[in-house]
């Protein structure tokens, strides 16, 4: 066996989790793999992976903060080259967050293959940094915005992988129209205060008998979950509100909707486990990327999406109204998602690694 594949993602667990799903599907083809990331990344790599930390950061903000930022990436590229050169690495495969621009320029130096990853609808600042570089060029979604300068031959559509947990999920069965109705609520790692706000309000304006029916599960920020328990409470109920769920594959399995953000791993996780959701994109994420995500759902048929700075009590009461009185469009949405989820994601980015390498380095 040649070289290793060299990994490289930003530290947020979006870059991260599609990068460390492909490292294990290499290395369940008996391939090496060395993960590159900086300090923040590091936290999900499990010890059994060969783990490097390099200097990475954000070229943009102030004049200063840009100088900063251009600084800590000129050090990770020199990082990034000593490490190609004790390696002699077969390929590189880079994800996403500045973590992952020294080692692709490292990679385009010293004349190995790139292929790159983008996880939203669309292509991030990092990646356009890099992706003159590409050999291949995976994307989430067909129709991914900012990739028209890049020639088709070099673009692959894989979907975006998801932990395991979430493609072992059962297929949806939709309330009767007379039987409880869970609804789960989530809003990314931190919760998300609109959330907190507007869902209780909304339920406040169903009709008493679709409200009698709702068993709600939401997570909150910390600073707004006591407010969002006393507004259930003045209507009777009782729901589970969390700062954080562990178990949200089994949270999934069992709600009847989704009121979620849409970032990147979020929308994966609802098309591999088919479940209907109401997407609101978080509406400062970079290049409006949220929105192009639910965009893409929405368009499929999978999702029904509203903008944040639409989002009111009325219309959310109106929303959740709807499809509570009509559960064959959430039959038909759940469906749908099933139908565009990719979940041989994994595999289909191994295969696009693996294409690029010249088989004397695989040696």
Do not use: W
């Amino acid at each position: 066996m040649g070289g290793p594949v060299v990994i490289a993602a930003g530290g947020t667990g979006g870059h991260m989790f599609p990068a460390l799903a492909l490292a294990r599907e290499l290395r369940s083809r008996g391939q090496d793999v060395a993960v590159v990331t900086d300090t923040r990344g590091a936290r999900y790599v499990d010890g059994d992976v060969a783990c490097h930390l390099i200097s990475a950061g954000s070229p943009s903000g102030s004049i200063s903060a840009q100088l900063a930022g251009l600084g800590r990436l000129g050090v990770g590229l020199a990082q990034s080259l000593g490490l190609f050169i004790r390696l002699r690495p077969a390929a590189a495969a880079c994800f996403g967050g500045y973590a992952s621009v020294p080692p692709a320029l490292a990679a385009a130096t010293t004349g190995r293959p790139i292929m790159l990853h983008e996880q939203n609808a669309v292509l991030g600042k990092a990646n356009r940094l890099i992706a003159k570089f590409a050999a291949r060029v995976a994307l989430s979604f067909e129709h991914t915005e900012r990739t028209a300068r890049l020639p088709r031959d070099r673009q692959v559509v894989t979907g975006n992988p998801v932990r395991t947990t979430f493609a072992a999920i059962g297929r949806y069965v939709p309330p009767g129209r007379d039987e409880p109705f869970r609804l789960l609520v989530l809003g990314g790692s931190q919760g998300a205060r609109v959330l907190s706000d507007v869902v209780p309000g909304g339920v406040a304006l169903l009709p008493d008998d679709l409200r009698r029916r709702l068993s709600v599960t939401q997570q909150c920020r910390r600073e707004d979950i006591d407010r969002a328990r006393s507004a259930y409470a003045a209507l009777g109920m009782q729901p589970e509100l969390q700062t954080f769920f562990s178990d949200v594959p089994g949270l999934m399995e069992q709600a009847h909707l989704v009121v979620t953000r849409s970032g990147a791993s979020t929308v994966a996780e609802l098309l591999a486990v088919g479940r209907p959701s109401l997407l609101v994109p978080y509406a400062h994420a970079a290049d409006d990327h949220q929105r192009a995500n639910a965009a893409e759902l929405q368009h499929a048929g999978a999702a029904d999406m509203v903008l944040e700075r639409a989002l009111s009590a009325g219309a959310l009461a109106e929303r959740l109204r709807h499809l509570m009185q009509e559960p064959s469009r959430l039959e038909i949405m759940a469906s749908r998602a099933r139908a565009v989820a990719r979940p041989d994601a994994a595999q289909l980015l191994a295969d696009a690694v693996m294409a690029m390498v010249p088989r004397e380095a695989l040696a």
